[in-house]
């Protein structure tokens, strides 16, 4: 095996590595694929990837393994056992997990003399090999670049410096986003349900709104980076305070459950409470300090 060779190894055929396994596929790379229920290599054996009958068969076939299970405990159950074929690596673990995770297993990769980055997928598996797929990847940059030409076929990589922590890091802080956001729509869809609007009716005044809100994140990442929520308020903390009860009342009218916004609540009135009425709501960031 040659280093320029593109031969990679994909662990995990699910949702997301069988995406993955397609997109190496699709561009020539020849894959090893491996999968703890193995008939769901099938698919993809008869597009022309090799299978491996063991995840130790399947690192032994590649300088570059791409793991991407369901979490780090599967992680370690399938790699733990194979410390024997790990030197000389690049293990790429795109499976979701903690900042310390993916530092732990760093540390474990090195001690078995295999190079280790931590990505995170942006992406659901549809995406994989379009414009709109972005990874998150972290870890030492020589490994990285080394690793780029492949990686750049899952979609863009987005390199976030050498700590391997940093990938998982905004990874979580990411999906918490979108969290959120969903935590509202699905507020929101369930308010005009129980009033008998269909949804699919709502949904283009709700995308029209969130797409109003795209500003959001860059005007209170700069009251955040100051420590200042005084600068620049349009909405005080105190005028939505007062409007939130609102929310909990029409839910009760409603007949809905207020436990998707509850929480938010309680913090606003905590801010009021400590005096920064007159700030702005991005100010309650500091009560989630522990
Ligand atoms: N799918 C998505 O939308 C998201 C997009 C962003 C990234 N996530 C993360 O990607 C990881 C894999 O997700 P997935 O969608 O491929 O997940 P599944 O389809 O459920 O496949 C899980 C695979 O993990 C294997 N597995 C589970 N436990 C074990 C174990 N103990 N030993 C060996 N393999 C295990 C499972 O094998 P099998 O059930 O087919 O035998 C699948 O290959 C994940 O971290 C997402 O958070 C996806």
Known sequence: MSD???????????????????????????????NRTAEKADPLVARGAARADTAADAIIASRLVVVCLLDYDSVSQVLAPHTDVLAGRTLV???????????????????????????GIMAVPPM??????????????????????????????????SDPGMAALHDLALLSGMYGTIMGALQAFAMVRSAGVPTTEFAPLLSRWMG??????A????????????????SNLAMQAAAYPNFRAAAEELGISFE??????????????????HEDLTGVIELLKK
């Open 4 to 34: 320029d060779e593109p031969v990679v190894s994909v662990l995990g055929l699910g949702a997301m590595g069988t995406a993955l396994a397609e997109a190496l596929l699709a561009t020539g790379h020849r894959t090893t694929v491996w």
């Open 212 to 217: 109003s809100m795209g500003g959001w994140p």
């Open 93 to 119: 673990n795109l499976t979701n997990g903690t900042p310390g995770q993916a530092r732990r297993m760093a540390a474990w990769a090195a001690d078995h003399g295999a190079d280790y980055l931590d990505g």
């Open 128 to 161: 994989i090999a379009t414009p709109a797929a972005f990874l998150l990847y972290s870890g030492p940059s020589g490994v990285f670049e080394k690793s780029r030409p492949v990686l750049d076929v899952f979609g863009e990589s987005v390199y976030l410096g």
């Open 260 to 277: 998707l916004l509850a929480p938010l609540h309680s913090l606003m009135r905590r801010r009021v409470a400590d005096g920064h009425g």
């Open 219 to 234: 005007a209170a990442a700069e009251q955040i980076d100051k420590g200042d929520y005084r600068d620049g308020v349009v």
